[in-house]
């Protein structure tokens, strides 16, 4: 392996998070975080998929011709979206029937393709599953931040658990809109941002001396 | 098939469930391509353009070779790839006979390969539609939808360059809640029925 796990681990989860850094997969992130459970689900189902194509990408990634490798990148992601998308009709019916959607379109979602290209096509197969694995995580994290807050507050709940209405409080209906998904989204995007800005202010001055 | 039902599909397609505000479908170039109306405009027309066509085909191919030998679990893969090419051939074809509007969507149409706003399209016409036209008005109806959104959008955009928001809200951020300021404008149209799942 060419990298240390560690650094993979930083790179998904934090530094290179491809939802609060790189902004790749919005549709899916916005669309799935109403709730812990969706969010939760659906960054597996990513997750899964994620390693599954890096791996079998980075094993092709001589065999590929250059000149058509994002149409066998697209053939290699459909196969394995579709192979998920049926054990999920298959054992878990009701997830598969909220995220919808959402299941086949991660054929088209740009996290998955832009690994391929920037990472598995020119890496070894361990590297890209460790990759495949963290990036996945590292959406997983993003999607259940968002959709945490926008079940607290849009329904009173945590994992369908009522949380609210013990303490007598009602839950605010705008975090079930679409407009809210944007809104939450930018402001834990802005909060990551303000929080990894201050973490690198605090090393920097360490590394100048 | 009336044209009153064809109207109310276009109708709900372009404002009511509005691709971008109100189904996430094409967010990506959405938040990507709408620094400035022109380009944003070049990005809505190439979409449209190749929606409209993709829903057609789609249709037709789920009519006519998937559904006969049961092979919908195959639509995904089966749909993407009709996609892929479909979109090479458009460049290829509009090069070669009408090279203004080449020149005008020329460097989007690669990009629109991976918009899940096509694939989105032709899956939910599949889903939700039974005849050909139905399925041609939802896709042209639903990508005039983003069409509107990525317009009304870059022309928010132009003016939040000279907005002055807290450091770490600038760029991104700043921009989503923007974009969720205009979705919260698209859902007074549903009047927030909430009793609808968006999916």
Redesign the interface.
């Known amino acids: 392996m060419k990298y240390p796990i560690t650094k993979h681990l930083k790179d998904g989860l934090l530094e290179n998070n491809p939802v609060f850094v790189q902004f790749l997969g919005m549709c899916s992130a916005l669309a799935v975080s109403t709730s812990v459970i969706n969010g939760l689900g659906m960054g597996l189902a990513m997750t899964a998929i994620l390693i599954c194509s890096n791996v079998f990408i980075s094993l092709l990634r001589k065999l590929i011709p250059n000149e058509v490798r994002i149409a066998c990148y697209i053939v290699v992601i459909s196969t394995f979206v579709t192979a998920v998308d049926l054990l999920l009709k298959a054992y878990i019916p009701s997830l598969s029937a909220s995220l919808g959607l959402f299941i086949p379109l991660i054929v088209v979602n740009c996290i998955i393709l832009a690994r391929a290209e920037a990472f598995a096509s020119k890496n070894g197969v361990l590297d890209s599953l460790f990759d495949g694995l963290f990036m996945g995580l590292g959406y997983t994290f993003a999607l259940i931040s968002v959709s945490l807050i926008r079940e607290l507050f849009g329904s009173g709940t945590i994992f369908g658990i009522p949380v609210f209405d013990p303490l007598g409080l009602q839950p605010l209906l705008f975090f079930q809109t679409p407009a809210s998904a944007f809104i939450t989204l930018g402001v834990v995007t802005a909060l990551v941002k303000a929080i990894t800005n201050r973490v690198r202010a605090r090393k920097a001055p360490k590394i100048k001396i | 098939m009336d044209l009153a039902n064809l109207l109310l599909i276009a109708f709900s397609a372009i404002i009511v469930e509005n691709f971008i505000?109100?189904?996430?479908?094409?967010?990506?170039p959405f938040?990507g391509v709408s620094n400035n109306p022109s380009t944003a405009f070049g990005m809505g027309l190439a979409v449209t353009f190749v929606i409209t066509i993709s829903n057609l085909m789609t249709f037709g191919i789920n009519e006519l070779i998937l559904k006969p030998y049961r092979l919908e679990?195959?639509?995904?893969?089966a749909f993407?790839?009709v996609i892929?090419v479909l979109v090479q051939l458009l460049e290829m074809f509009l090069k070669r006979f009408v090279p203004v509007l080449y020149h005008a969507l020329g460097i989007y149409l690669p990009l629109i390969?991976?918009?899940?706003a096509?694939?989105?399209a032709a899956?939910?016409a599949v889903e939700s539609y039974t005849s050909v036209l139905e399925a041609t008005v939802f896709g042209f109806a639903s990508a005039i939808g983003f069409l509107v959104a990525i317009l009304i959008f870059a022309g928010v955009r132009e003016r939040l360059v000279f907005a002055d928001p807290?450091?770490?809200?600038g760029g991104?951020?700043?921009?989503?809640?923007a974009?969720?300021?205009c979705?919260?404008a698209f859902?007074g149209f549903s009047g927030?029925d909430?009793t609808k799942s968006?999916?």
């Open positions: 505000f109100s189904r996430f479908l094409g967010v990506c938040l679990f195959l639509q995904t893969i993407i790839l892929a390969t991976t918009n899940c096509v694939l989105g899956l939910l807290p450091k770490s809200f991104m951020p700043i921009t989503l809640i974009a969720g300021l979705a919260m859902s927030i909430l968006i999916f």
